[in-house]
């Protein structure tokens, strides 16, 4: 992004040089013009009328060419009004015109057309083309006949690669660094640069979506799904949604990855309508954790039955979708409570302890050390500083090769069909 920028400020730059130098040649004819008009005034004033020269004065129109960066804003035309004629001169004597009248509407953009035929999304060098509007040409033909003619000079637009360029072997960002380890663009085709920089061939996962490259390094197909064959993690949040879950969600969607969240019905409102969705939208699973965190082993069947189906109208209401797993609060669940919950219960065999220690380094060095493949991780999305520890864990467990799944797809994936009142902790391979 700041290569970009940088690019960006020099090319502003560069158009904002351009912009002083018309204004300089501007001022220049400004005086060319007080210079000839004085000797102009000469004659007249001797011979009491302005004797008009033979050859119509010539004008050109012409825009300079502009470069910018895919997907900026298009950059404003630069454009110069050159003449070469005597500006006093009339060219339109019914209606009292005289050159620099027309010179002045020029300048002001008015009497012609700019176009070119990109969006700037994609890099290349289009044409822009300029032409005089309908009522310039139509004054061209009937007013100022004889007495000025104008001509359009086109340019070319360059649109720059976001990422940078190749140089031989190279593909180099706009400070010159080599591109590595990250997706880019050319000219419409995805390619994924390795560790080296080189374009990489064949199939490549990441998180969750498999990506296929040809021989040449292109993008041809891009599919999610888990592969039974390489490890995976489950993450499951407790307690929340909050104020940190859209950096969860923010995370997992950068990694392409999936995590349950255990929601409490006190929390589940309006507020968090969108967050919800989006867990939705992004694979996300969602849970119920009770409406109001109690020990579901001291309540009857009716009170159990009403914390879990408040929940669950709450979840549904807002996201569209039913949960599909429940955790019990505190992890603490008897046959009774097994009974009456009427979806499978979730727990988990890798404890952060994120609620007690609240500290960034140790949480994410807990994941790190204890996390292997088949585990449920248990970690609490109202805590900050769990959020930052997934922040960090999250793009390093993926890099170590794991797929960052729901608790359903990795029951799935381990051949395990979840039960309603059922216990499940992990699920490890056979
Ligand atoms: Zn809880």
Same mark, same amino acid.
């Given at each position: 992004? *700041?290569?970009? /920028?940088?690019?960006?400020? +020099?090319?502003? @730059?560069?158009?904002?040089?351009?912009?002083?130098?018309?204004? !300089?040649?501007?001022?220049?004819?400004?005086?060319?013009?007080?210079?000839?008009?004085?000797?102009?005034?000469?004659?007249?004033?001797?011979?009491?009328?302005?004797? !008009?020269? *033979?050859?119509?004065?010539?004008?050109?129109? /012409?825009?300079? %060419?502009?470069?910018?960066?895919?997907?900026?804003?298009?950059?404003?035309?630069?454009? &110069?009004?050159?003449?070469?004629?005597?500006?006093?001169?009339?060219?339109?004597?019914?209606?009292?015109?005289?050159?620099?009248?027309?010179?002045?509407? =020029?300048?002001?953009?008015?009497?012609?057309?700019?176009?070119?035929?990109?969006?700037?999304?994609?890099?290349?060098?289009?044409?822009?083309?300029? #032409?005089?509007?309908?009522?310039?040409?139509? #004054?061209?033909?009937?007013?100022?006949?004889?007495?000025?003619?104008?001509?359009?000079?086109?340019?070319?637009?360059?649109?720059?690669?976001?990422?940078?360029?190749?140089?031989?072997?190279?593909?180099?960002?706009?400070?010159?660094?080599?591109?590595?380890?990250?997706?880019?663009?050319?000219?419409?085709?995805?390619?994924?640069?390795?560790?080296?920089?080189?374009?990489?061939?064949?199939?490549?996962?990441?998180?969750?979506?498999?990506?296929?490259?040809?021989?040449?390094?292109?993008?041809?197909?891009?599919?999610?799904?888990?592969?039974?064959?390489?490890?995976?993690?489950?993450?499951?949040?407790?307690?929340?949604?909050?104020?940190?879950? %859209?950096?969860?969600?923010?995370? =997992? *969607?950068?990694?392409? #990855?999936?995590?349950?969240?255990?929601?409490?019905?006190?929390?589940? #409102? @309006?507020?968090?309508?969108?967050?919800?969705?989006?867990?939705?939208?992004?694979?996300?699973?969602?849970?119920?954790?009770?409406?109001?965190?109690?020990? =579901?082993?001291?309540?009857?069947? +009716? /009170?159990? +039955?009403?914390?879990?189906?408040?929940?669950?109208?709450?979840?549904?209401? $807002?996201?569209?979708?039913?949960?599909?797993?429940?955790?019990?609060?505190?992890?603490?669940?008897?046959?009774?409570?097994?009974?009456?919950?009427?979806?499978?219960?979730?727990?988990?065999?890798?404890?952060?302890? %994120?609620?007690?220690?609240?500290?960034?380094?140790?949480?994410?060095?807990?994941?790190?050390?204890?996390? !292997?493949?088949? &585990?449920?991780?248990?970690?609490?999305?109202?805590?900050?500083?769990?959020?930052?520890? $997934?922040?960090?864990?999250?793009?390093? $467990?993926? *890099?170590?090769?794991? /797929?960052?799944?729901?608790?359903?797809?990795?029951?799935?994936?381990?051949?395990?069909?979840?039960?309603?009142?059922?216990?499940?902790?992990?699920?490890?391979?056979?």
């Amino acid at each position: 992004m *700041e290569d970009v /920028q940088k690019r960006r400020r +020099s090319i502003e @730059e560069r158009n904002r040089i351009k912009q002083k130098r018309r204004q !300089a040649l501007i001022r220049k004819r400004r005086m060319r013009s007080l210079l000839l008009f004085i000797i102009m005034m000469i004659p007249f004033i001797v011979t009491g009328e302005s004797k !008009a020269s *033979e050859k119509p004065e010539s004008i050109t129109i /012409q825009v300079n %060419d502009v470069y910018m960066i895919e997907d900026q804003e298009t950059p404003i035309f630069d454009v &110069d009004i050159i003449c070469t004629g005597d500006d006093e001169r009339i060219i339109d004597s019914e209606n009292q015109v005289m050159l620099k009248n027309l010179i002045l509407e =020029l300048e002001n953009g008015n009497g012609y057309n700019i176009y070119t035929e990109t969006d700037g999304t994609l890099e290349g060098d289009y044409d822009i083309k300029i #032409s005089l509007d309908e009522s310039c040409q139509e #004054s061209l033909l009937y007013h100022w006949l004889g007495n000025v003619t104008i001509c359009c000079e086109g340019a070319v637009l360059h649109v720059e690669n976001k990422y940078g360029q190749w140089q031989e072997n190279q593909f180099l960002d706009y400070d010159g660094n080599q591109v590595k380890d990250q997706f880019i663009e050319v000219k419409g085709e995805t390619y994924y640069l390795d560790e080296q920089g080189k374009p990489f061939t064949g199939v490549m996962r990441l998180g969750l979506i498999q990506y296929t490259f040809d021989t040449e390094g292109v993008l041809i197909q891009e599919a999610e799904g888990i592969d039974p064959e390489q490890p995976m993690i489950a993450i499951t949040l407790d307690d929340g949604p909050g104020a940190y879950t %859209d950096r969860v969600l923010d995370v =997992l *969607e950068a990694y392409n #990855s999936h995590a349950t969240f255990f929601m409490v019905g006190s929390n589940v #409102s @309006e507020t968090y309508a969108s967050e919800l969705q989006r867990m939705v939208a992004l694979g996300c699973e969602l849970g119920n954790h009770t409406t109001n965190h109690p020990n =579901l082993n001291n309540l009857s069947a +009716s /009170q159990i +039955s009403t914390e879990m189906e408040t929940t669950n109208r709450l979840i549904t209401e $807002l996201a569209g979708q039913e949960p599909t797993v429940m955790r019990p609060p505190y992890g603490s669940a008897n046959s009774f409570v097994a009974e009456n919950v009427g979806l499978p219960m979730v727990f988990w065999n890798v404890d952060t302890l %994120d609620w007690k220690t609240k500290d960034v380094d140790q949480i994410v060095q807990h994941i790190l050390e204890n996390a !292997a493949d088949g &585990d449920i991780i248990l970690l609490h999305d109202i805590h900050e500083t769990s959020v930052e520890a $997934l922040e960090i864990a999250i793009p390093l $467990l993926v *890099e170590q090769g794991y /797929q960052l799944v729901t608790v359903s797809e990795l029951a799935e994936a381990r051949g395990v069909e979840l039960v309603d009142g059922g216990s499940y902790y992990s699920f490890p391979t056979t």
